[in-house]
Each structure stands twice: as C-alpha cells, then as structure tokens.
C-alpha cells in the first residue's frame, strides 16, 4: 500500500512563497497519479493540482493555476506544491493524495496524507 506524507506547511504573509511536499513510499508509488487538495476552514475540500511522475499532463484550479505549480522527483518520490503571491484565501489545510486512475485522483483519490497547515495572514 502507498502512503504519502505532507511537509512544508507554515505562517506566512499574503504575497509571500511557500513550497509543500508530499514523499511517497511504499510499492509501486509510480504507478498512482499525484494530487494535492486543500481545505479551508468551514468549506469543502478541493482540488488543487495534479501531475504523473514523469512531470507531465499537470493540472490545475482554476483559483491557483497563475501562482501555484506542481513537479514531481521520482528519484525523490516527492511531489512538491510551490505556491506563490499566497493570499489569504489560500488560508487551509493542504492535502497529498494519490490514486491509480487519472480521474479519480482529481476527484475522490483512495489514498490521503494527514495534511499540512497553510495559514496566509493578511
């Protein structure tokens, strides 16, 4: 079974730059889809991103995709969220997931990290 673990989360302020993340283990990791959600406080959770581990077909929200980008290190196993001109809105916990379809990783992905904390003050 994969498990993926988030790092990287942190105070910062508005406009600022900030890097998740996520290193997989277990077997066979390269043949899931990667995927980061996030959650803000009394909202659903969303989709942010997604990327294969040969870096390709990455995908993005709308609300992020002129400031965040996703990349991958599979001699790493980690999958990173670099997040810049951070706003308050971006303000949640950040999640890790993986899933073996494609689709199912941008929409209900089978494995979670534990999340990571991302508190943008104003």
């Known amino acids: 079974q994969v498990q993926v673990v988030e790092s990287g989360g942190g105070l910062v302020q508005a406009g600022d730059s900030l890097r998740l993340s996520c290193e997989a283990s277990?077997?066979?990791?390269?043949?899931?889809?990667m995927a980061w959600f996030r959650q803000a406080p009394g909202k659903e959770r969303e989709f942010v991103g997604s990327i294969t581990w040969s870096g390709s077909m990455a995908r993005y929200a709308d609300s992020v995709k002129d400031r965040f980008t996703i990349s991958s290190d599979y001699a790493r196993s980690t999958v990173y969220l670099q997040m810049n001109r951070l706003e308050s809105e971006d303000t949640a916990v950040y999640y890790c997931?993986?899933?073996?379809?494609?689709?199912?990783?941008?929409?209900?992905?089978?494995?979670w990290g534990q999340g990571t904390l991302v508190t943008v003050s104003s």
């Open positions: 997931a993986a899933s073996r379809a494609l689709l199912k990783a941008r929409t209900d992905p089978e494995i």
């Open positions: 277990g077997r066979a990791f390269n043949a899931y889809f």
